[in-house]
């Protein structure tokens, strides 16, 4: 953290700054220029509060340089971090992952006739939704524990690894105990109980970005999963909102593909894409596909459903299951092209620099 | 709802919308024009999918006809409705009231000297909080049940009612039981397990619109409240996203106050307005609170806190309690000559027309 | 600006970063601290590019201490302007101003039929659009120059001053030969050579603010008014766009009435707020008139029609004649309610810091 | 068009809908079911005002069916269109296009120096700019007609075509005069006057979106350009409003690839993405290149600079250009492995519906 002065700062403005940074029991870098005094911080800059410093008078601006997510940071993690779902490697060097399946968990049927569909398509995980997080409360809310059973019944009968959102603190530990991985929704992001929560049950989790946060904010709290001593965290970026205006969205969410490349740099843990939630159309599942794989990501995650006129939730943005296979080897296509060639993956992290906007 | 067709549509595709339509046990309204057919539903149209029905074969388009809120609607409710905390009256015809107190509660001593200092002023409700939502891991995070329990004991002490903000849902009970009112924060809008668990307790609720929420999405959340059996209900519009770009914003959210007649107008609750949350900056509550009480808000949430240097969060946006009465005497100044002029509070809901965008 | 070196930076960085400043014309202020180097610039920083430094090695980042609109600022120009249009005197400690009109100009009858209704409720300056900013090339673009010479043929015969906006560079001479003031609309706020060309005609400018605008950046290109040589500059805050996402906003656009106290602190010119378009709502009017009067707006600008199902444009967003009236009066007394209380508006300029974010 | 009316609407208002319908030389569809009327337009809907309409007794809601962008929609020319800037093919089954070159034309040394290792390196298409937009009116405008010239003799001396922004109405047949293709920028998406100026010279126009249009907004004012007799029309997706907030945003825009898949499906034009303004980050222009290729676009924009600390604008947004030949080659293999595979680019617009959102 650096603090600038105003040119009118006096000695004393420097010296409350001084003592407060040493009250914190960290050190104060103090350079006086012949019009403006910065003082450094050295040590933790999280130990002070950036606001605290901001209030003081003479303060004119303060700039962080340690990055707010720095337990999850490449600087501190330099090498890729590879999460393993039961047998199926997510990360690094490995090929592109595909997570598909329903979006609500309606039966024990509905899920085994998808899922064998979707195993049969390539993919790797399956997922579906007990709790569903939904704005009315008039819509279908999932079948609760009912359908985590079914889905344990059809990952185990099926031999597939499953995931599921957890929604509820009180749901963290059934979720925990049926389900492979623990996925937090974009509604949870900021759902700083929950995570740790969910973190503490040991299992992978797919953690999503909220629509409206920033990057830098998305990595604050990715961070206090990696802090509850849980190091299988996977990225999961899934459209942010759209520009507002008179004029209606075509996309429901806005798939933000520059957050591929950016996450890679920053952190070492993987990171999928959901071109389903984020773009909220069927006919842009495939584009996206081949999008978010050419950007970097480690895995996709799509929503499937081979009756989208029965489905209980999310039947505009499911791909029907003929075309599963084909984005899974468009996926490992581009994938195997990109690494071969003179622009690959490794390229758009090695020569980066610090943090910076 | 009222269901357009496409004009390519089949009388096979009209027969599948009505079949689903009667399947969920409501009744099809069929307008068959020259060139295209509209089916509108007569029922409860929350009791079948939005997504669903655009997703089938012929459908152009989908428009709700019912707010999406229907329970805390004007149509359903249409005075006024007066919350209670403690003997403190909110809402309707009664005067603006005032919500102040620090951002957190940090021992008895500052809880104490801030309140008596609020409470000279003239506020009616004293706010501080025990559990800070935060977003990093390495900020203070409250001061948990040792804060509500100082909080608790400063408003007996000085016989003021208390607010404080819950945050997760194993908390819920201890916040209802040591404060006369439970706040669920911006970042809480979408956790509807929290609402619920939260209006259950049967205490007044302060529910803050989230800062990326549009005004019918929020009182979707907002309707969970009144759904659970609680009707104690106080909105709060705490401010929005700001505008993105290269270059800074001057507030750190963008107070919406467009947001206050329209909540007066949509509902019968009363809205409170925060400029403190809602800019971030010190300078502007003044100007801020009497903007939102000429917009019509019931009452206002500000922070205070004598010594900021010493603030353990949001030092930046607190009001120094000296300013306080003055902002206290403004809103009643202009609650009072607003109501006997021209153009009442009242006016801007008598006039309105139903739910439009 | 001052400069921030990274603790990794060589001294061979420094000197680079130093040399630039200086074949700039400008002076560094080097502090060097034990960990740390941050590099002050003494003189105009408008000198020198912020990208280029930025884009040197060793440079961590680079903060502006000068605000990026000086011609205009308060710390340049201390006391409020007071601009003239005709006999109309706007801004300072002036009663709000009121302009009226229609949205478009269709016809010298009904130009005449709406400015007496307008002038009759007390407005002070007759608005008219001649020249129509479209999104759609199939919509009514606007009489042009017809449309001047009838609004100047109105404005003289009921002896009241005019204002029309300027969308064409190849227009500006006329708007400015039949009209008293140039509007220069939110689509038009980055057009800089059209800002340029009005700003040269020497008649006072309604500038407003792009939609998806920072305040900043906002006034960076009203400097450009005051550096032609044309002080008679009216801000305008006319509304941002409202949040995005898969609910429709209750608002055309959000008025932002936290602009108002924030261009009152940073510029000492006269600030108008545009409710109208602000929210595109009919029913929002009055409470935005009074809101945005509360906040310290400087006048109002408003649509007016008295037959709105007969408007050729922007129907739902214009007053009813016989509401003039009562917004004006309100304004009024409001106003003066405010400029005699503990909190007046001056309280919410004099005690501000310099510029900050 | 169909008009909703309002459960409560009378025989009189819709006969009024009815009439106004048939004054604009339109018929009217009356679709009357037991509870609801619906009023269907047939006919160019664009000759009626939406606005007029929704003001109204007794309309609940208007919905457009016709794109507001007919001339440009796929329905309206089904086709590819392949625009030729003089030898470069750009558009339908084309491999993709590079235009690349200076953010800013220095002089004719810098052009040459700059423009040969752009042509080395395989680019198609120089690019340079003489009028810069900028927010400061401190920084670098760009030469004007001298660097047109530069641009010019570069662009004869080495058989390269040549594109440059246009700016100001008055520059435009300056532009058309030395350049092969004329660019209107993000900040004139707006500009009705420019973009028929510009069309009316008859060379290509690469139109970029501005940076918080929603798509049919754009191409609502892309539909002038081919209105305007011009169909040489090249789309360019450069970037969007990042999201606000208090965390700063890892990018200066948010390129968004969303929009490369949806434009190709809307309309039959030539598709380029700008990764340099896009994101504004050096290190992200490869993998952002990777992505818009993957999701169909026709080519891209690139800033290039071998010299970035002597860069008079966007220094840090600039290739080396050793990368560009990396990239052109990346882009031609991915464009064939796509092209060949079991997704194909024309599989994302053939099984596409009608417009919808």
Chains 1, 2, 3, 4 share one sequence.
Do not use: W
């Not at 929604?167 to 963290?172: A, I, N, T």
């Not at 961070?223 to 209606?248: D, Q, T, Y």
């Amino acid at each position: 953290m650096s603090i600038v002065m105003k040119p009118t700062a006096t000695k004393e403005d420097v010296q409350v700054v001084i003592k407060l940074i040493k009250s914190a029991g960290l050190k104060a870098d103090v350079s006086s220029g012949q019009f403006q005094t910065v003082i450094g911080i050295i040590g933790d800059e999280n130990k002070i509060s950036f606001d605290q410093i901001k209030a003081l008078s003479g303060v004119y601006d303060v700039n962080r340089i340690q990055v707010p997510y720095r337990l999850i940071s490449r600087s501190y993690i330099p090498h890729d971090v590879v999460v393993k779902v039961r047998d199926v490697s997510i990360g690094g060097e490995n090929e592109p992952v595909m997570i598909a399946g329903p979006c609500s968990i309606e039966s024990y049927e509905q899920m085994f006739r998808i899922a064998k569909k979707v195993k049969e398509a390539g993919a790797h995980i399956l997922r579906g939704g007990a709790y569903k997080p939904r704005t009315s409360l008039h819509s279908f809310q999932g079948l609760g524990l009912d359908g985590l059973k079914h889905l344990h019944n059809v990952g185990k009968d099926l031999d597939i690894p499953t995931v599921s959102e957890v929604r509820s603190e009180f749901d963290v530990e059934m979720v925990a105990k049926y389900c492979d991985m623990l996925q937090i929704g974009a509604r949870n992001m900021y759902n700083q109980d929950l995570i740790e929560q969910a973190a503490k049950q040991g299992k992978p989790i797919l953690f999503k970005r909220g629509f409206s946060a920033q990057i830098d904010e998305y990595l604050s709290f990715a961070e206090r999963i990696v802090a509850s001593g849980n190091r299988k965290l996977l990225l999961c970026e899934r459209g942010i909102m759209p520009l507002g205006g008179s004029f209606k969205s075509q996309t429901r969410f806005t798939l933000d593909l520059n957050a591929i490349p950016v996450l890679r740099r920053e952190t070492p843990f993987p990171v999928i894409a959901d071109p389903s939630h984020g773009t909220g159309r069927k006919d842009l599942i495939i584009p996206m596909s081949r999008s978010s794989i050419a950007a970097g990501a480690h895995g996709l995650m799509v929503e499937v459903h081979d009756r989208p006129q029965e489905a209980l939730s999310d039947a505009n943005q499911a791909l029907p299951p003929e075309d599963l296979g084909k984005v899974i080897r468009m996926s490992k296509l581009l994938f195997q092209t990109i690494k071969q060639s003179e622009t690959p993956f490794t390229g758009d992290i090695s020569n980066g620099s610090t943090h910076q906007s």
